[in-house]
């Protein structure tokens, strides 16, 4: 049986969180472990580029998430963990897509058309006003890192399945040309509750500046965690679960029984204080081993670096013979060997 490839990148602009970790990190790690996967997970540094111009947050975005990776549990003999930048081959493979991407087709992104319908909104005369040309062509790059090793599978947030859809548009549109050489993919959404509630009760988000980050120590996470908004009901006074973000958190990380249990105490009425109490060292019973290896290896980059250097060299073991077939495709190889 040929394994399905699952692949997905990470851009590395900012500090992991516990929404990042539910819906993203945790099933990728437990699919790591599945031998019926072959899993491609990359630090997407280009990519940071578009969103970010300070060198040093996207430097130490990248320490933080191959650490947090790590610091999981990640299989690293099954799965491939690499950075973007490391396999040059991704991004000759998006100049070639680029020449087979209707400039529409990118006209419909939904980053590109938020950007102009900002300047819009904003009385801007010039729609494209403080737009790059890197954001303009994301979705290519995000193809060429798909179709680069043909990925059967990629999990995204709902936001990104338009690049999916796009990715697969254009390896059609490719394979129309020059003949079959890409797998069209499709995205995979997690639909069961893959959203966290952030400490104001809307997704948790960097934009919203609600996040908890992942390993943040205990005490701060306590502080944190507290901090979430409930009712004023005292306690005695019997409690909704419907709409409580500490019970909707709670669900992530209980199991359920566990959550049963809770819904009761609900009813009898559970005070504020005593559910966060428990909330947090639900929490933090899961995440301390990891914090501790995750503190631990910032202190070892070479070790990252070496496991990066690792899954590069594996990566490249595919994309470097596929690139040499692709550049002939196109026709453009030596006159003469
Ligand atoms: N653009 C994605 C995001 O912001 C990250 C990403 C880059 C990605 N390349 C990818 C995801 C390829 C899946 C496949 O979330």
Redesign the pocket.
Known sequence: MTKAIV?????TTGTPHLGNYVGAIRPAIAASKDQNVKPFY?L?DY?ALIKCQEPERVRRSSLEIAATWLALGLETSNAVFYR?SDVPEILELTWMLTCATAKGLMNRAHAYKAAVAENEQGGEHDPDKGITMGLFG?PI??AA??LMFN?NK????R??VQ??EMARDIAGRFNHIYGEHFTLPEAVIDENGATLSGLDGRKMSKSYNNTIPLFEPENRLKKLINKIKTNSLEPGEPKQTDGCTLFSIYQSFATAAEVEEIRQRYVEGIGWGEMKRILFEHINEQIAPARERYNELLEKPDHIEEQLQEGAKKARAISVPFITELRKAVGISRISS
């Not at 692949?7 to 851009?11: A, E, Q, V």
């Not at 990629?154 to 947030?157: M, Q, S, Y």
């Open positions: 692949l997905t990148g990470i851009t990359f997407a990519h973007q994301y790059l995000m890192d798909i990925a990629v999990p995204v947030g936001d990104q690049h999916i």
